[in-house]
């Protein structure tokens, strides 16, 4: 991993984690709408996800906030836990229960980060995790047209299919497409042209232009137009069109801002059981999107895996103690990290701090910038991620590549990301059971004078081959000669090794001479007994056939 000081790289860093912040608090608003939980709440995790998973963490580009992959899972839980018996729902008494068990999750996340856990995110195929890139890109698009085009009447960064309005991602556009605010879509067009220009070559070269960003152009241009289209016949902006920040005099002073945990179910196996899943949950959720965001890092930095646990757990410890969401490394934020230039961790904490002083300081600022000039940003993000070279690239590495990656993209766009990357990996587990089942041993059926019939076996010989060998040895003619060969391989399942013990004896009956090549005895160091004291079909303790020829 290449080794930073600090600030190595303000000059990127710093409008990279501006542009991030940009980009996160419409998403932390958005994620604590569709999971049921007060807004504010989406804004602190944000803050802490920043500030303290960034100084915590081993990765140099990832940004952690709310999981939109939670959100199902968080809008149930504080629904149940507020719901009493009479079936009436409170807020205030299930979100604070909430909060507790976001806590337990939390240390349950520094438990697995010392037990080494992080490993498990090495074990998800490279075609899986170029799919849920592509995936999130084509969502990212998919869900931010209609903020483009000013219909905002979607939780931004939730990211399932189903929409709570009861459309769908796809029914949404043609929603949309019938609602179109000409002012969102002239601020689109103008960002979209800037962004666009921005990443030409003659702009790269221009020396201001590597400190001012496209993106930061874009949201300037967006509070000016915020400011002047009013004064335009026929433009306007609807209130859900503008970003909207909760504020401390709304919500009657600073304090109230914050929620603290309620312990009263510490003893319920109910909440630890959610604490369980939350764990587990934002754990997969952040190795995910670790692996997937090494992959876009430029400096191919490797993120630690288990210092990540570490992190996330005190991150949502922290979170839950002051009323945030749960917390994951999310692609979203990281992604538009990377394509805005930052390269050290210092981008993800400065984008913290700035959604801190902005909460507290600039909030009516920050609530003049449209939604469609954020779009326009996260268009850009979605297609950099999605690009037709890379379907072109996985296409050419052959069609297993292709199938898992295209498979997984799809899953993800007509499920969710969780459920898409388990589809995605179970297919690839099913191509390497597939093609251990169907190429255990190469076999030639074809019988020529003076040459024997031949089975070689393959390196290594599961349970799963049982039925293919068995298939091959039933197929071998009477009055004929067959050599096994496992000269080279290195692990026979004992199963395997039975079915070639019952053939051998049976042989004598059909008058097959069988010929063993490779030492059976050493493939498995639990073989040599197990050949040695097997006894023969009718129980008597004679040196069967197979025992003769083994030892020849």
């Known amino acids: 991993m290449s080794v930073y000081s600090p600030f190595s790289s303000l000059n990127k860093d710093l409008p990279a984690g501006l542009v991030v912040f940009l980009v996160a608090v419409p998403l932390c608003l958005g994620i604590a709408l569709a999971s049921g939980a007060p807004l504010f709440s989406g804004i602190i995790a944000g803050m802490v996800g920043g500030i ?9 580009i990832g940004v952690s906030g709310p999981a939109a ?26 979100f604070p229960i909430f909060l507790s068990a976001v806590v337990l999750a939390g240390f349950m996340q520094i438990a697995l980060g010392f037990a080494r856990a992080g ?3 090495y074990f998800f195929p490279n075609a899986v995790i170029k799919g849920m890139l592509s995936a999130i890109g084509l969502i990212i698009i998919l869900k931010q047209i209609p903020h483009a085009l000013g219909h905002d009447v979607i939780a931004e960064g939730f990211d399932g299919f189903w929409q709570k309005d009861g459309e769908n991602t796809f029914t949404e556009l043609w929603v949309a497409f019938g609602d179109i605010n000409p002012a969102a879509v002239l601020i689109t067009a103008a960002s979209l042209a800037i962004l666009i220009i921005w990443e030409r070559p003659f702009m790269k070269r221009i ?12 949201v300037a241009l967006g509070i000016l137009a915020y400011n002047i289209i009013p004064g335009i016949e026929g433009l306007s902006f609807a209130p859900d069109e503008i970003v909207a920040i909760p504020t401390a005099e709304q919500e009657g002073g600073i304090l109230n801002l914050f929620t603290t945990p309620n312990w009263s179910l510490i003893g319920s196996k109910h909440l630890w059981i959610l604490a369980f899943t939350i764990a587990v949950v934002a754990s997969l959720e952040t190795l995910l999107c670790v692996e997937a965001t090494d992959k876009l890092d430029p400096d191919k930095n490797v993120t630690p895996t ?48 700035l959604i801190v002083i902005s909460v507290f300081l600039l909030p009516d600022v920050l609530n003049m910038i449209p939604l469609s000039s954020l779009a326009a940003i ?8 999605a690009k037709p070279s890379l379907f072109k690239e996985m296409y050419k590495r052959g069609g297993s590549q292709f ?5 997984t993209v799809l899953a993800i766009i007509f499920t969710d990301l969780l459920v898409g990357i388990s589809i995605g990996l179970g297919l690839g587990i099913l191509m390497i059971l597939h093609r251990n089942f169907s190429i255990p041993f190469s076999f030639s059926e074809k019988i020529e004078p003076g040459k024997p019939i031949e089975i070689m076996l393959s390196e290594n010989v599961t349970f799963l081959n049982k039925a293919n060998i068995m298939e091959a040895l039933k197929a071998i003619p009477a009055n004929s000669e067959v050599v096994i ?3 080279h391989s290195h692990y026979i399942h004992p199963d395997v090794i039975e079915i070639i013990q019952d053939f051998m004896i049976h042989a004598q009956r059909d008058n097959i001479e069988v010929n063993l090549r490779g030492n059976f005895e050493t493939i498995n160091v639990n073989h040599k007994e197990y050949f040695m004291n097997k006894v023969s079909k009718d129980g008597s303790e004679q040196t069967p056939y197979w025992k003769q020829v083994l030892t020849q």
């Open 378 to 385: 996260l268009l850009i993000v979605g297609y950099k991620l």
């Open 52 to 60: 303290v998973v960034g100084a915590l963490s081993g990765s140099n």
């Open 207 to 218: 020396k201001i232009f590597e400190i001012i960003q496209g993106p930061l152009v874009v």
């Open 306 to 353: 288990n210092r990540e646990l570490l992190a996330q757990g005190a991150g949502n410890i922290v979170s839950g103690f002051i009323g945030g969401l749960p917390l994951t490394q999310v692609i979203v934020r990281s992604s538009a990290n990377i394509q805005s230039g930052g390269r050290t961790k210092l981008s993800s904490i400065i984008h913290g701090l």
């Open 119 to 121: 490993i498990v995110g």
């Open 403 to 407: 199938v898992k990656f295209i498979v």
């Open 485 to 487: 060969d496992a000269a």
């Open 69 to 94: 992959g939670l959100a199902v899972i968080v809008a149930d839980a504080i629904r149940q836990l507020g719901t009493n018996e009479a079936g009436d729902f409170s807020m205030e008494i299930g």
